[in-house]
């Protein structure tokens, strides 16, 4: 039961109201600049017996006195350490940054024999050998920040060298930064169901490639596009809820 994970785990927690008896376990990576708290409403899924977690790391939320984290390697390493504590099985979702770490995850696991997570559930990414879009590491701080405010839910400060502004994006740059390590030295298709759900107006995606995902599984594989641009959840969380609870139970467990 998720109940008798280790106590005291930094790198891995439930997101608040997840259930404490499931046998189930979705464990979810933040997106680069932001923490896991973005998806405290997948704490619904207690509903079908699953235990919502996410990755936890340095430099945000109750880690926010801690240094951003600036060797993927190291980070890597320590989600697997802490994922020897779980016993329940256990998927993965990964939104952009956090669709890229999920798949390296996964794939350090494969390496070391360890068990696979059930199902790979990934947003807001081109599939590895397409790149990572150049974009946002294009900008400036000026135009970097205008793209975050464009893209929040939630009024931000405009002025990107403001204090609230300039501490957002040392987190988002730290993890561009982690976001160019990954190297996906382990790539080969792994025996996982893989679905990929993204916004159609994504402006860092290719719509007509993303079906290139399926040479990364040799299981189950589905992707969709659903109204919205990178952060498609942020104006309305049931366009990432619907299908990724369609995920969990349509594609085995």
């Not at 390296?104 to 390496?111: F, G, M, P, R, T």
């Not at 970097?144 to 002025?159: M, N």
């Not at 609230?164 to 982690?178: E, P, S, W, Y």
């Amino acid at each position: 039961m998720v109940a008798a994970l280790l106590a005291q785990q930094r790198w891995l927690a439930p997101l608040p109201g997840a259930l404490a008896n499931a046998d189930r376990l979705l464990l979810c990576f933040p997106y680069g600049g932001g923490g896991a708290s973005a998806f405290n409403d997948l704490s619904r899924l207690a509903d079908i017996g699953i235990a919502a977690w996410a990755v936890k790391l340095p430099g945000r939320e109750e880690r926010g006195h801690e240094a951003s984290a600036t060797q993927i390697a190291i980070l890597i390493e320590a989600i697997i350490d802490e994922l020897r504590g779980v016993s329940v099985p256990y998927a993965f979702y990964g939104h952009s940054f956090g669709a890229g770490l999920a798949l390296d995850v996964a794939h350090a696991l494969a390496e070391r024999d360890r068990p696979l997570p059930t199902h790979l559930i990934l947003s807001g990414r081109m599939p590895p050998h397409a790149g990572y879009s150049p974009l946002l590491g294009a900008m400036d701080d000026h135009q970097l920040w205008r793209h975050v405010c464009a893209e929040s839910p939630l009024p931000l400060p405009t002025d990107a060298s403001c204090s609230f502004a300039r501490h957002a994006l040392g987190k988002l740059k730290a993890d561009l930064a982690l976001n160019a390590q990954l190297t996906y030295h382990f790539i080969r298709p792994l025996p996982v169901p893989l679905h990929i759900l993204n916004g159609r107006d994504d402006p860092l995606l290719d719509p007509l490639r993303l079906d290139e995902w399926q040479r990364y599984t040799s299981a189950g594989f589905h992707s969709e596009c659903v109204p919205g641009g990178h952060f498609f959840f942020n104006s309305d969380f049931q366009r990432l809820y619907s299908p990724l609870l369609t995920a969990l139970n349509e594609q085995g467990s």
